[in-house]
C-alpha cells in the first residue's frame, strides 16, 4: 500500500513549455487535490475532484487544467509554464464521507514535485 | 484566501523539552487535523480531532480539540532531534470538499 504518489520528483522548465504532472492513490479514495505550496503563502488549492470524470476549481486555478479520467489518478497540466509556477506540487486524497465517520476528513499527501520554470 | 492562525510561527527549543503550539480559527470546525511536514518531503497526517473537547494522543505527541470548536492544541513531549519540521493545523470547511490550513509552526530543536 504505497499511499499518495507523486511523478515526477523534480522538474525544470523552459517559460511557454507544458507539463503534466501525475498523482496516484491505492486507498481508493473517492476525493482528490491538487495543491501548491510557495513559501509564506502555506497550501492553497489548485483544483480538486469528488469523483472519476468530475473536477473542479480551487482558490488558484488559472494556468491549470486536470483531469479524473480513471478514479485512482488525478493529472495535473500546465499548458504554457510561467515563472510564477515555480513551487512545489503537492496531491492529496480522502475518501468520501460515510454516515457519521469522522475518519472521512483525513486528507492524506504525496510527497510533492518541485518545479521550477526559468 | 482564508486561513488559520497557528502560533508561535517558530520555535526553538533543547532535546528533552516539551512543546505547545496552538491553532485558532474565526469559525468552527467540526474535525481538525494535525499534520507535520519535512524538509523536501509531503505533510504527514499526526492526529485527528473530530469533537469538541477530544484529547488524542499519538505516542509524544497530544492534541485537544478545543471547546469552542476555534481552536486546537498540538503538545509534543520531551522534544528529540527529529521532531524538526514544520506543523501545520488543518480543517474541512464546513458544507465542502475543501480544506483550510495554518501557517505552520516551524520547530527546531538543538540537541
Known amino acids: 500500500n504505497a499511499g499518495v504518489t507523486q511523478t515526477p520528483k523534480f522538474r525544470v522548465l523552459k517559460t511557454g513549455q507544458s507539463m503534466t504532472l501525475l498523482c496516484a492513490q491505492d486507498?481508493?479514495?473517492?476525493?482528490m487535490y491538487w495543491y501548491r505550496q510557495d513559501p509564506g503563502m502555506g497550501l492553497r488549492l489548485i483544483h480538486y475532484s469528488v469523483g472519476e470524470g468530475t473536477t473542479a476549481k480551487g482558490e488558484v486555478p488559472d494556468g491549470y487544467n486536470v483531469s479524473r479520467l480513471k478514479k485512482q489518478n488525478f493529472l495535473l497540466g500546465l499548458e504554457s509554464a510561467a515563472p510564477s509556477q515555480t513551487s512545489v506540487y503537492f496531491c492529496?486524497?480522502?475518501?468520501?464521507?460515510?454516515?457519521?465517520?469522522?475518519?472521512?476528513?483525513?486528507?492524506?499527501f504525496g510527497p510533492g514535485t518541485r518545479l521550477t520554470v526559468t | 484566501g482564508q486561513q488559520l492562525n497557528q502560533s508561535p510561527q517558530s520555535m526553538f527549543i533543547q532535546e528533552g523539552e516539551d512543546v505547545s503550539m496552538n491553532c485558532t480559527s474565526s469559525?468552527?470546525?467540526?474535525?481538525w487535523l494535525w499534520y507535520k511536514q519535512e524538509p523536501g518531503e509531503g505533510p504527514v497526517l499526526l492526529i485527528a480531532l473530530y469533537k469538541a473537547g477530544e484529547l488524542t494522543s499519538n505516542g509524544r505527541l497530544t492534541a485537544q480539540f478545543g471547546i469552542t470548536r476555534k481552536d486546537s492544541f498540538l503538545n509534543i513531549s520531551a522534544s528529540i532531534p527529529s521532531d524538526v519540521g514544520i506543523y501545520f493545523c488543518?480543517?474541512?470547511?464546513?458544507?465542502?470538499?475543501?480544506?483550510?490550513f495554518g501557517t505552520g509552526t516551524r520547530l527546531k530543536v538543538l540537541a
Open positions: 488543518a480543517g474541512p470547511t464546513s458544507g465542502t470538499y475543501k480544506y483550510i
Open positions: 486507498m481508493n479514495h473517492e476525493y
Open positions: 492529496a486524497s480522502r475518501r468520501r464521507l460515510a454516515g457519521s465517520l469522522g475518519s472521512s476528513y483525513e486528507q492524506y
Open positions: 469559525s468552527i470546525f467540526n474535525t
